[in-house]
């Protein structure tokens, strides 16, 4: 726990496929913030889906994207800008 603000954890699918949790502390509660595989890649869809069940079910609020997975999403979480308009990839 950072400041009481940030917290970051490990989640892990059945011994073999694992994340960081990043979690943010908001007013009256938790949220996931992100889920980090190894190097900071992006997690599989069946490890992203339990591990947001997961924190949902113990409270932890989860902001459903408003967009397709792109290959920029690293920079929006960079520039804290998240209308960049016709993202191709």
Known sequence: ???NLCAFGIFELEGHD?????L??????????GLHGPSNLAVS???RGRAEAYLEQHGILIR???HAA???DPVRRLSR???FADDED
């Open 1 to 3: 726990m950072l400041d």
């Open 18 to 22: 694992r994340a960081v949790v990043h």
């Open 24 to 33: 943010q502390r908001d007013p009256g509660r938790w949220s996931l913030q």
């Open 45 to 47: 869809r069946e490890l």
């Open 64 to 66: 459903r994207r408003l």
């Open 70 to 72: 792109s290959k920029y």
């Open 81 to 83: 800008y998240y209308s």
